[in-house]
Nanobody, 124 residues
């Protein structure tokens, strides 16, 4: 059974930083693209960032480009999201997702395993 467990969320002031982690018990982790999505209160889930199977290609939503960095450690089966210069509008539940394909994708339909989410709250 695939498990994705996120950690690292919390409360931070605007301008601060957080680092999210996602530990995956996914046998095919090395071959799977990984991504972060988020859902803000009263909003639909949205794509944040994705990384391909070997970490060589990354994709970011325009809203986080230049502030967030996605990375992965295949030996540890973990994906990270470094979030800097946080804004109140970044407040959301952040979800880790594993793809059924190796290339980085922005489409949630390409992802077939999801974590339970970790809350990120940015105060102004």
């Amino acid at each position: 059974q695939v498990q994705l467990v996120e950690s690292g969320g919390g409360l931070v002031q605007a301008g601060g930083s957080l680092r999210l982690s996602c530990a995956a018990s996914l046998p095919t982790f090395r071959n799977a693209a990984m991504a972060w999505f988020r859902r803000a209160p009263r909003k639909a889930r949205e794509f944040v960032s994705a990384v391909n199977w070997n970490g060589g290609n990354t994709v970011y939503a325009d809203s986080v480009k230049g502030r967030f960095t996605i990375s992965r450690d295949n030996s540890e089966k973990t994906v990270y999201l470094q979030m800097n210069s946080l804004k109140p509008e970044d407040t959301a539940v952040y979800y880790c997702a594993a793809s059924r394909v190796p290339h980085a994708s922005v489409a949630s339909t390409d992802f077939n395993s999801w974590g339970q989410g970790t809350q990120v709250t940015v105060s102004s």
